[in-house]
Structure formats: C-alpha cells, structure tokens
C-alpha cells in the first residue's frame, strides 16, 4: 500500500552534508521513516559545495536576495535557482517537505539575511533560495521545518495533512473517502465542505466532478483548524448522545470541553471521551471517522518543545 511521500532535507536523516560536516539524528524523521516514503536532497553539496566548507548566508542587494559565501565573496544564486528549476520538475509524486530550519537554502521562514558585505543580520528573516521555489511551486501541500516540529501542534496538523492527502490517493472511490473523512474536513473549513458535499451528492461524478473533488480537498486542507471549529464539532456529536446520558454525565463532559477550551488538558482527552460514549452507543459510523486518528497512532508523542506554537 502506498505511503505518504516527503522529500525532506538530507542532513535531518543522520547524513553529513551539513557545512561543518556535522550529522543530525532528528527525532520526527526517525519516528517517521516506518509510516512514509523519504526523499532526501542536499541543494548545497548539488550545487558542488564541499563538506566541510565556508558557511553561506543570504545577503539583500536593494530588492534581491543573493546566496553568496561572504569569506570569497562567492555568489551562488544562480547555480542554486537552476538546481531548484531542475530538481522540481523531476518530481512525480509528493504529498509534504521537511526542510532544515535557518539554513541559506532550505530554510522556510526563519533564515537571517544580511545587508551586503556586512556582519549584522537584518531583523526581518526570510525564506531560502531552494526552499523559496518549493513554496512557490507547491503552496497547496504541507511544508515544514523540524524546528517547529517539535511542537506538538503543529506537528500533529503536519501528519494530519499528509495522511488525509495520502489517503485521497489510494481511496478509490470518492464517496468511500468522503464519508470517513467528513468530519476532518468540515474542521477546517464548513464552506468549502459544503462544496465538497455538493459535489459528492451528484448520482454519477464524472472525472472532471473527481479531479474538482481532489482539487477542494488541498483547498481545504490549506487552511487552519482552532478550537472553536473543533468544539462546535464535538458539541454537535455530543448532542446526539445526551439524551441517553445522566445529569452528572452530560455536566463531566461539558466541564471536559472547558478545560480543554482553557488549555488545561490536551484534544487527546476529549476524544478519547467522546470515543466511549461512540462505542457505548455502537455508533460505527461515528468510530469509522479519520477525524479522531487521521494518522497511525504510533506517531502520537506529547513530547514539545514549547517551539513554534503558532501554526
């Protein structure tokens, strides 16, 4: 069965290609390398840089940015624009990037730019030269860096993504995807779920109707899911189960969603909650929703670095 393909940044996958030769061992990465497909890519030794060497950086010049090795005062812009050009449109098949954070060329948000020939970064940071055409070329799928990955929001959005984008692909029949995910998707955004709905309602979809289908479904998936969707979520499927449940039952929940609303206990124990009362009640179409495992539960760690806690 297929896997979720990433391409991801060769030196997080213990390999020395880092300027100061270097390796890194990262934790996300060897917690995934089971559940998906890895691609890696070093843009810098591509291009014929040398392990160790020189750092580069990203220098302004007026309203361009250079790559350039300040020690020589080499510029590597062009080769590294064309590497980019090149490996980009060798790409088949990829459903999410993990890029080095801070890096001159992979870095996503996060890299220092200096002011030409000078040894002050600029404080506004910026987007590497690789990793400025990958964000260009594919904005509709999940990019990140192992920085803010060590956050557990963020990083269970980033799986959630890639998961639900991967099971788009070996579902198929688009009804059978849709029915499971529903409410996933209704969780990031009820308008486009309604066209989605729409478009799943016709009696024979066409390949045109599927290829629009596929097309909302990383419209959707681009937008961000907060606690007010996911409650409303929760309340509605809450609702249907009250009238069977005691007064000190319904009162436990709903103290349950304040404290999850306040930050005191984490998504986990709400849907575990929520979970029981599904199976209690034999709701199987409830228990067959992706939104409370949209990814294998072996990749669920708590573990967060306090890093990057705005998605």
């Known amino acids: 069965m297929r896997k979720p393909k990433l391409i991801i940044s060769k ?3 213990s390999e020395k290609c880092r300027y100061n030769g270097q390796a890194y061992d ?3 990465i060897s917690l995934l390398r089971k559940y998906v497909d890895l691609e890696t890519v070093c843009p810098e030794t591509e291009i014929g840089l040398k392990v160790p060497r020189n750092p580069i950086r990203i220098e302004k010049y007026d309203n361009k940015y250079k790559l350039v090795e300040p020690s020589d005062n080499i510029d590597y812009t062009s080769q590294m624009m064309e590497f980019a050009e090149e490996f980009l449109s060798n ?3 990829v459903d999410g990037f993990i890029l080095k954070s801070k890096s001159p060329s992979c870095g996503i948000r996060d890299v220092k730019v200096y002011p030409k020939n000078q040894k002050c970064s600029i404080n506004k940071k910026g987007q590497g030269i690789f990793s400025s055409k990958i964000i260009e070329k594919y904005s509709t799928i999940p990019i990140e860096d192992e920085g803010r990955l060590k956050n557990y929001n963020i990083r269970d959005e980033f799986l959630t993504k890639i ?6 692909k070996c579902e198929n029949s688009i009804w059978d995807f849709h029915n499971k995910n529903s409410l996933l998707l209704k969780s990031y955004n009820e308008d486009i779920y309604n066209d989605l709905n729409i478009i799943v309602s016709k009696e024979n979809m066409n390949e045109d109707d599927k290829t629009l289908y596929k ?3 990383y419209e959707i998936l681009n937008n961000k899911r907060d606690k007010s969707k996911i409650l409303n ?5 809450f609702e249907k189960y009250k009238t069977y449940l005691s007064k000190n039952e319904i009162n436990y929940f709903i103290n349950l969603l304040n404290l999850y609303e306040n930050r005191k206990i984490p998504f986990s124990s709400v849907i575990v ?4 009362y599904a199976i209690r009640f034999d709701d199987k179409d409830l228990l067959n929703q992706t939104f ?4 294998p539960i072996e990749l669920i760690s708590i573990a967060d670095s306090g890093k990057g806690r705005n998605l």
């Open 292 to 295: 409370f495992n949209p990814y």
């Open 163 to 168: 998961f639900t984008i991967n099971n788009l």
């Open 26 to 28: 990262d934790k996300v």
């Open 233 to 237: 979520l929760i309340k509605n499927i």
């Open 273 to 276: 909650a929520i979970q029981i």
């Open 215 to 217: 097309n909302k479904v």
């Open 11 to 13: 030196c997080l996958n």
């Open 91 to 93: 790409i088949d098949d």
